[in-house]
């Protein structure tokens, strides 16, 4: 019998929308027989080998693909077609006519007839040539910057909008005597001591907060007791407008932060004696001063001489000189109050603050000072045995005085005490000191 026309309609409708369907999925629809030859192809596949159907019906795989290359694509087919197997596999294949190689994800599985026998296999394969390519120039792309920071002078790490480590360098891993493993995922304050994970946060809250780059110096107390120091560049990690986390780079500035250290220390320090630098101390006195004068109170200034310095450094020598200087500073220093100060002003002459100070406190400090020299005694080169001994000038500051001018009373001071026959102190006077000057 034959079947109703309208059934033929049907069917034949119905193969259209499948073929249809079939050749607009966007992929590569094909069907083989048990000897590889090709018993249906969807117009991409056409395409792809740029011959019409009559052409590729029949044909097998060799008759478009390089298979001494892509071997993979005819020992997927014989699992299938064998074993029975449903086979998701990336395939590479070389192109027979273009002599191009494309990759896709293939997908095949067997026909099996109403009794179950495999009598050919079916497949879909996406072309994912593209995507594999990004892939991999992104992975080399990620290989390189690996590279670059696992040997970047520095230290280089990620976090995410909570503080949470998202990437860290060997070189930072090292820093925190741990593994990467052990430090993504974990807070600062997971890993680090309080007041340094609380440093840190201080630059991360900035970036995070703001969403803006900054930069500032960092610095981690290690066990061993060192401080070391770092400038931190951190940035924000955005999404659209969204603050994702941060990226940071810090380097170890240490060394430039001791040799800062030492010439800072140089400019407030004479070198000789330790004591402070003439143009620090009168910078630090006239802070001093001032502070006095807000407060209604006095401060002490006192000039002192070591008493013939120039002869016995001449007749000793100057290592000997040194010696004597640096004793004398010692002793000044040591006999000094909590928050009193020393300067040298040059060759042997020293000038000391004496804070808060009433003329009985004074008296008291410098009395202090003039005693703790009378102790020392010093052995020449020659073997001769000599005593320290210093003349001093002082005087009390007043309510609208400077330094210049608190010192040239001091002076005046130190004047009396030599004409008095040194090695003793003289605080000033203004009727006596008068009275020497005319």
């Known amino acids: 019998m034959t079947p109703p026309q ?141 590279t670059v920071l696992e040997n970047i002078d520095g230290y280089v790490y990620m976090k995410d909008a909570q503080r949470r480590y998202l990437y860290v360098n060997s070189k930072t891993a090292a820093l925190y005597q741990k593994t990467p493993e052990q430090i993504i995922g974990k807070l600062d304050e997971e890993l680090l001591s309080p007041q340094v994970a609380a440093e840190f946060a201080r630059l991360d809250n900035i970036v995070l907060q703001l969403g803006k780059k900054t930069a500032g110096e960092e610095s981690i107390a290690e066990a061993d007791g060192i401080t070391r120091h770092y400038w931190s560049i951190k940035l924000p990690l955005l999404e659209g407008d969204a603050i994702e986390g941060l990226i940071g780079i810090s380097t170890d500035i240490t060394e430039v932060v001791t040799l800062k250290n030492k010439f800072h220390d140089m400019a407030r320090l004479d070198a000789l004696t330790g004591a402070l630098s003439r143009a620090f101390f009168l910078e630090k006195a006239e802070t001093a001063l001032k502070a006095a004068q807000r407060r209604h109170n006095t401060l002490a200034l006192a000039v002192i001489d070591l008493d013939h310095f120039k002869q016995i450094n001449d007749a000793h020598g100057h290592q000997f000189g040194d010696r004597y200087l640096t004793t004398a500073a010692s002793a000044f220093q040591n006999a000094l109050r909590e928050g009193d100060f020393l300067g040298r002003m040059g060759g042997d002459e020293f000038l000391i603050i004496i804070q808060d100070a009433n003329a009985t406190q004074m008296a008291r400090s410098l009395s202090r000072i003039h005693a703790a020299l009378s102790r020392i005694t010093l052995t020449a080169p020659n073997g001769e045995e000599l005593r320290i001994s210093a003349s001093i000038g002082a005087a009390l500051s007043w309510s609208d005085c400077d330094i210049d001018a608190l010192t040239a009373h001091a002076d005046a001071a130190l004047y009396r005490a030599k004409a008095a026959g040194r090695n003793c102190w003289r605080a000033y006077d203004a009727a006596e000191d008068a009275r020497l000057d005319g």
């Open 6 to 146: 309208s059934d033929q309609h049907a069917g034949q409708s119905e193969a259209e929308r499948l073929a249809f369907i079939l050749n607009h999925v966007g992929a590569y629809v094909f069907a083989k027989d048990l000897d590889g030859r090709y018993t249906y192809a969807n117009d991409m596949v056409l395409q792809l080998f740029g011959l019409p159907r009559e052409q590729v019906l029949g044909q097998s795989d060799e008759r478009f693909f390089d298979l001494n290359v892509s071997d993979a694509l005819r020992q997927h087919d014989r699992r299938v077609m064998e074993n029975g197997e449903r086979i998701e596999r990336e395939e590479r294949n070389i192109i027979q006519s273009s002599g191009e190689e494309r990759v896709y994800w293939s997908v095949k599985l067997p026909i099996r007839d109403p009794d179950g026998a495999i009598i050919g296999l079916c497949g879909v394969s996406t072309d994912i040539t593209e995507r594999r390519r990004a892939e991999e120039a992104l992975a080399q792309q990620k290989a390189l910057l690996n």
